[in-house]
């Protein structure tokens, strides 16, 4: 599987944006989805994932009610909608995928993904 995120930009606090994450291969719709985040001078962090089919999510404390994590398995794009954006969620965003072992659970770990797309940036000025 190979992932394109997109989507990142400047933005203003309190505004949104919609990430994109567009994944190659038939199969893609059997695989888990998170996105995660990397700030400067920081570790990457888990910031939300999906099942397989959209219907199972899991958010990190600091983006729940703000975020929305969503997946489109016709067209092999899984989305992160991101509102009332605060200069904190400034970072390097990246998707990444694994196969759906149908585990009930979705991992929030770096080592919990095979496949990562490259980044894209998001900027949030106050």
């Known amino acids: 599987v190979q992932l394109q995120a997109s989507g990142g930009g400047l933005v203003q606090a309190g505004g949104s944006l919609r990430l994109s994450c567009a994944a190659s291969g038939r199969t893609f719709s059997t695989y888990a989805v998170g996105w995660f985040r990397q700030a400067p001078g920081k570790e990457r962090e888990f910031v939300a994932a999906c099942n397989w089919s959209g219907g199972r999510t899991y958010y990190a404390n600091s983006v729940k009610g703000r975020f929305t994590i969503s997946r489109l398995n016709t067209i092999n794009t899984v989305y992160l909608r991101m509102n009332s954006l605060k200069p904190e969620d400034t970072a390097v965003y990246y998707c990444?995928?694994?196969?759906?072992?149908?585990?009930?659970?979705?991992?929030?770990?770096?080592?919990?993904?095979?496949?990562w797309g490259q980044g894209t940036l998001v900027t949030v000025s106050s």
């Open positions: 990444a995928a694994v196969g759906d072992s149908g585990s009930y659970s979705l991992s929030t770990m770096l080592h919990g993904y095979d496949y």
